[in-house]
């Protein structure tokens, strides 16, 4: 995989993508890991989308996506607007005995895959997960169908 550039802080219009020093060979993708993504408003997102166009429009991936960015990306409509592939997503899972909370990362190809005009969507959420704590059955802290909505197909 090519490298992954980090995203970080509030984007707004005036995020500089300069910082990212991003040097995309011809028709290379592009990855970022957006773990550090506080917001993004619909001005920054404009504006994101006008710098991929001018590296040439890579296919654009994008790492370890927490949950607060994927609110803040639906809020915009995001991801279908950047036509982002999520490469890794963070659940979030609450212990209902002992409030233990636990983070667990799903990969693209692992644990999800997005709908395309050949294949549908696929989607495997762990089983069960126990607490770390007390090992009581944790509860998953998102709703699959809307929190994975981005894997369906959309022409
Ligand atoms: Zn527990």
Request: aromatic share 12%.
């Amino acid at each position: 995989m090519s490298r992954i550039h980090s995203l970080k802080g509030h984007l707004d219009e005036l995020w500089s993508f300069e910082s990212l020093a991003v040097d995309l060979k011809e028709r290379q993708d592009l990855h970022l890991d957006v773990s550090g993504v506080l917001s993004v408003s619909a001005g920054g997102l404009k504006h994101w989308k006008a710098w991929l166009d001018g590296l040439g429009r890579p296919q654009l991936y994008l790492h370890f996506c927490t949950p607060l960015f994927f609110e803040q990306m639906n809020s915009v409509r995001g991801l279908q607007y950047l036509q982002a592939i999520v490469g890794s997503v963070e659940v979030h899972y609450v212990c209902p005995a002992c409030s233990t909370e636990l983070d667990y990362m799903m990969y693209r190809g692992q644990n999800f895959i997005e709908g395309t005009a050949e294949h549908r969507e696929s989607l495997t959420l762990p089983e069960k997960v126990s607490c770390p704590s007390c090992s009581h059955p944790m509860e998953p802290d998102f709703r699959g169908q809307d929190y994975f909505s981005f894997l369906k197909y959309r022409n």
